[in-house]
Nanobody, 116 residues
Framework: QVQLVESGGGLVQPGGSLTLSCTASGTTIFNILPLCWYRQKPGKQRELVTTITGDAIHTYAEFVKDRFTISSNNHKNTMYLRMNRLEAEDTAVYYC?????????WGQGTQVTVSS
């Protein structure tokens, strides 16, 4: 099974940037799996932020287009979320996700707080 470990969350001012990382273990085909970042705000459902598949196919939620970038390093089995021009509305717990043969695997989540 896949295990995911996230890092990089923290406190940042509006307009600032953060890069989240998620390292996976337990799979040897990380480069062909759909890789996703989700976020969840208090009292709300987890929502999809962005997806990368095969290092080429990217999808982004409308609220992060042109601000967030998903990428991966297959040698390290690590995925990243570069977040630019952060807004207060981006405050949430961010989770990485890997889908393997129809099963979703999740990281523990990392808190991102955008505030002055």
């Amino acid at each position: 099974q896949v295990q995911l470990v996230e890092s990089g969350g923290g406190l940042v001012q509006p307009g600032g940037s953060l890069t989240l990382s998620c390292t996976a273990s337990g799979t040897t085909i990380f480069n062909i799996l759909p890789l996703c970042w989700y976020r969840q705000k208090p009292g709300k459902q987890r929502e999809l932020v962005t997806t990368i598949t095969g290092d080429a196919i990217h999808t982004y939620a409308e609220f992060v287009k042109d601000r967030f970038t998903i990428s991966s390093n297959n040698h390290k089995n690590t995925m990243y979320l570069r977040m630019n021009r952060l807004e207060a509305e981006d405050t949430a717990v961010y989770y990485c996700n890997v889908k393997l043969v129809g099963v979703d695997y999740w990281g523990q989540g990392t808190q991102v707080t955008v505030s002055s």
